[in-house]
């Protein structure tokens, strides 16, 4: 999409776009869609947005936007200079947040459009993959992988990578996951308050797990 899009017209068309994305996915999602459900000429709207992937990346952007925003205005950001004088108490208040926010934004109630997004685009790979690695996925991972490191100091490269990947599989199981998890459940959406407990689950349970393998680090270097 172009800055020559009004912005009447521009919301209108990334308000349809998001949601027509989540529903069919972008291989199932057609611009003539697009252009129906924003109330907006298929001709005008190619004008301004070019083509479906330039639109799909606007929509990921802005999500992506929305979720930096939202771990910001929550407390769950910080540089790795701050980091470093975080006491462990706090480093642990902060991994917990993140889940927090991550939940929020996975499970609602109700989901949001991001997550019904990566699940699509999880399932059924676009060409803005790539994209979304380096500009979402990829900081996203280093930031608890920052987090991991000081929580748990001595583990490999490796391992730290492993337990940030752990941390946020905890948390989109309860996503990818949802149809049956609610059958399981007799449900039919999760009920509200459920990230907040399951962030301190995954926080209680990560941190166990942390404090085994560094323990274990530990006894290796020590030869027992």
Known sequence: MTSKAPPDTRKRLIAAASTLFAERGFHGTKVRDIAARAGVNLAAGN????????????VLRAQFAETRAMLKRRGAVTSARKLDQLSHGAVVALLRTRAHVMLDLLLGPPAGVQGTLMLREMTDPSEALPVIVEEFIRPMKQEIEEIVAHLAPGLSARQVERCAFSVVGQALFYRFTMPATLKMWGQREYPGGLARLLAEHITEFSLGGLERLAGRKARSRHGR
């Open 47 to 58: 004008y301004h947005y070019g083509s479906k992937k330039a639109l799909y990346l606007e």
